[in-house]
């Protein structure tokens, strides 16, 4: 099937169209999306079935679109991250009942081969670049292949991937929070290679979301585990990522005050009684003081 695809800045006086609490099932108007984020999709087996994206409107709400294998090329590499594009000819549904991105979401967007798209200038203002769904580990709960969660959090080590008895790999490794709590992670296929190698680059303390995962239950414990539609995602300008960083400064600076007023008090109690000792064992004075030193600089490490 032909597909028309137009080109260019859309003209003055664009009409903006219907926003997503407009749509119905069946609605096909037009529509002015920004283009937050896309990604592909394989079934369990591994093979390719489509191409999906998160859209925002000018109200800054958000939908799921997708776009099967056989019409997908039409979109890829067409449909720019951060771009807005007036769309026409799309097919509205009701969301899916099982691994929904978007939780709350009445509806989605499928596009077809007869989907027009033209890229347009107007006004981002109430578009949402980076809208996601963070649920805090707090609220997690099972999600029973109903729905995907977003989350948030820091990671200090995630070394290994390793292979399962049924050749799959995987890395698995704790998500920390700003509040102390953590959450058991387990990354599968190209996606745990893709985190060590995305976590190489980054010096320091390694925060990062990790969008549209799973939450099980392993043994008594919740367990958050990837999707074929998880992303990694670091990239330290978005503002949330901007506002977590913040906040762990926060924490480390505060827990660094707390540890130097602990390892203050500490020294001088040894040192006062130390300085008590009589002259036949100022000779173990040295020792003490570099004991003192030394639980100094751990306690500031």
């Known amino acids: 099937m032909s597909k028309a695809v137009v080109g260019g800045v859309m003209e003055t006086g664009l009409d903006d169209g219907l926003c997503f609490d407009q749509l119905e099932v069946g609605s096909s108007m037009s529509i002015v999306v920004m283009v937050c984020r896309s990604w592909d999709s394989d079934n369990v087996h591994g093979r390719y079935i489509t191409t999906d994206y998160i ?4 109200n800054g709400d958000s939908i799921h679109a997708t776009a099967r294998s056989n019409v997908a090329h039409y979109f890829v ?5 951060g771009c807005l594009y007036q769309l026409k000819n799309f097919t509205v549904v009701k969301n899916r009942p099982a691994y929904r991105i978007l939780k709350d979401s009445q509806y989605m967007i499928e596009l077809q081969g007869s989907t027009v798209f033209k890229k347009v200038s107007v006004d981002h203002g109430g578009f949402e670049r980076y809208p996601f769904q963070i649920v805090q580990f707090e609220d997690l709960e099972v999600t029973n292949n109903k729905y995907f969660v977003d989350v948030i959090g820091y990671v200090t080590t995630a070394d290994n ?3 399962t008895s049924t050749g799959r790999r995987m890395l ?3 998500l920390r929070n700003e509040r102390g709590g953590h959450m058991a992670v387990t990354l599968w ?3 745990s290679e893709s ?3 995305q976590k190489s680059k980054k010096a320091g303390v390694y ?9 099980k239950n392993y043994l008594g414990s919740l367990g958050l585990s990837s999707s074929s539609a998880t992303l990694i995602i670091d990239n330290n300008n978005i503002p949330l990522l901007e506002s977590f960083n913040a906040s762990l400064r926060g924490l480390i600076c505060e827990l660094r005050h707390s540890q130097l007023g602990m390892a203050r008090m500490l020294s001088q109690q040894l040192l ?3 300085s008590r000792l009589g002259r036949t064992r100022r000779r173990f004075r040295c020792f003490s003081i570099f004991e003192v030193i030394s639980f100094i600089i751990f306690m500031l490490s």
């Open 272 to 274: 006062s009684s130390y």
């Open 189 to 191: 296929g190209k996606l």
């Open 207 to 215: 925060t990062v979301i990790l969008s549209s995962m799973t939450v």
């Open 77 to 81: 590499d067409k449909l720019k991250e």
């Open 172 to 174: 698995e490794f704790n």
């Open 55 to 58: 859209f925002s409107d000018r």
């Open 161 to 163: 991937v390793s292979t």
């Open 195 to 197: 985190f060590i190698a």
